[in-house]
């Protein structure tokens, strides 16, 4: 599960695992083994890796399908979920959509770092 998440993870913030290793301070190898599942990260990277993408460890390893936890958002944050909590599939999509396409302007990128 490690692996998908940070594939997943990693593709959303549209970085290469070049980019990722860097962060980690490993080299490109050693993090798409990782990637791949083929080696095990270790606790520490998948702390930093935590923190980067501002993910809760349970989601990271998997025992969790919510990314942050319900402590860790603003009040905003939480009422945007709940709002769309109450949508039907087709309108999730949607708000997804949006919320991909305005994430992904320049002015957000920096964020990313």
Do not use: C
Not at 3 to 8: K, N, S, T
Not at 20 to 34: G, N, R
Not at 57 to 72: D, N, R
Request: proline share 2%.
């Amino acid at each position: 599960m490690v692996d998908m998440r940070i594939r997943q993870l990693r593709k959303e913030n549209k970085l290469r695992q070049a980019d990722v290793a860097k962060i980690l301070d490993v080299t490109p190898e050693a993090y798409s083994m990782w990637e791949n599942g083929v080696r095990q990260i270790g606790l520490a990277h998948l702390i930093k890796l935590a923190e980067f993408y501002g993910v809760t460890l349970e989601y990271l390893v998997g025992t969790s399908s919510q990314p942050k936890s319900a402590e860790s958002l603003n009040a905003d944050e939480n009422a945007l979920l709940m709002h769309f909590a109450r949508l039907d599939e087709a309108d999730k999509g949607l708000v997804l959509a949006m919320a991909r396409n305005l994430a992904a302007n320049k002015k957000y990128e920096d964020r990313l770092r």
